[in-house]
């Protein structure tokens, strides 16, 4: 097979630099960009963030944020929900919340003498579980029937949620006192795991001269509905993905799972790997990412840009990574790097 190797530091100085590249997302639909102008007046800079929940909006998945308190997590999915004309709702989770408290529950009526349902937070089109690790597994295992099958069962009969659906839950990966770590199953479910970091200092300066007053505060308005939305992923699924684009999805997802003879001692840091949802969930980020560069076919780059997000909370590490202080994504690194990525428009038997 015909392979190149693509330098690994060069793919992902290119993330780092897509900040600079990223208002110049798909020119050929006004959609983006114009999300993006009408989020940005609200939240600076993390361009690289908005662009992501973009992405995961159009994959129909759900993004756990993780970065310190005070970093616009709340701000940036409520902004997104106003500029996107959708119902927002936010869940503050806390050790004492209970089940009902986020999917609802069976009300007793005195009138008639029988329970109807009351529907709780959860029946919107945006939900921010905000901290989510602080409410204990029996609420968080609440969103699972929720982000998986669109549905919540109350009372023995199965509500549909609203279309489009999406849930983006945040937690501090630092203060853990008091906390609940998310289950393999329920992190699963999430399309990303997005790291939101400290914003530079010129953006930190005209946050302060954007929101230091005490009586105006930047407004936003509608600028799509849900109606649009659900019509563009039918444009992402017109993105072509090659043969070999998909054989490479595979091979990177598969890497993380034991039995590579080529992993240089990578598999003694992982106590299992991503599954066959992880697969799916390239495979459709790659095509959103593709449509939303205004790109009619995905590219090796393009999958390696979002690979990283799509994985590294799919992966467990053993204790020898942990003492080793090896982080997830350095373990995602290295497959980046050691994968050979076949060139475009040869075949694989090629």
């Known amino acids: 097979m015909d ?5 690994v530091r060069s793919t992902h100085q290119e993330m780092m630099d897509h900040d600079t590249l990223s208002p110049n997302m798909n020119t050929s639909h006004p959609w983006p960009g114009a999300i ?26 759900h993004v756990l944020l993780e970065g310190m308190p005070g ?18 709702e936010r869940i503050q989770f806390t050790p004492d919340l209970l089940p009902s408290d986020v999917v609802g529950t069976m009300v007793f009526q ?44 109350i009372g023995g009969e199965s ?29 699963d479910r999430f399309l990303f795991k997005v790291i939101v970091d400290y914003p530079s ?21 509608a600028v799509s509905n849900g109606e649009e939305l659900l019509s563009l992923r039918a444009r992402v699924d017109e993105v072509h993905m090659a043969e070999e684009i998909k054989a490479y999805i595979l091979t990177l997802v598969r890497a993380t799972r034991g039995g590579d003879p080529g992993s240089n001692g990578r598999h ?5 790997g991503a599954s066959p949802r992880a697969s799916l969930g390239l495979f459709q980020a790659g095509r959103a990412l593709a449509w939303l560069r205004g790109q009619d076919h995905v590219t090796p780059g393009i999958i390696q840009e979002v690979f990283l997000e799509t994985m590294r909370h799919r992966i467990g590490l053993t204790y020898e990574a942990e ?10 690194r290295s497959i980046i790097e050691e994968t050979p990525v076949p060139k475009a428009g040869l075949t694989l038997e090629g």
Do not use: C
């Open 71 to 88: 970093l616009a997590k709340t701000l940036l999915i409520k902004s997104l929900g106003t500029a996107l004309g959708l119902q927002f």
């Open 159 to 187: 509500h549909q949620l609203p279309d489009p659906f999406f849930v983006m839950a945040t937690q501090n990966p630092v203060e853990q006192e008091g906390t609940y770590p998310l289950p393999e199953a329920q992190r």
């Open 3 to 7: 392979e190149i190797r693509i330098n």
């Open 201 to 221: 200092e010129s953006e930190e300066r005209e946050m302060m001269a954007r929101w230091g007053l005490m009586t105006t505060q930047p407004a936003l308005e």
């Open 323 to 332: 003492a080793e202080e090896v982080s997830p994504d350095e373990i995602l």
């Open 268 to 272: 003694r840091h992982l106590s299992y």
């Open 110 to 153: 005195p009138k008639d003498g029988r329970f109807i349902p009351h529907l709780g937070p959860v029946f919107a089109n945006l939900v921010l579980a905000d901290e989510i690790n602080r409410a204990p597994a029996k609420v968080q295992s609440a969103l699972l029937e929720a982000m998986q099958e669109r549905q919540v069962t």
């Open 36 to 61: 993006r102008n009408e989020v940005g007046k609200a939240v600076l800079g993390q361009n690289t963030v908005i662009e992501r929940l973009l992405v995961a909006l159009l994959a129909n998945g």
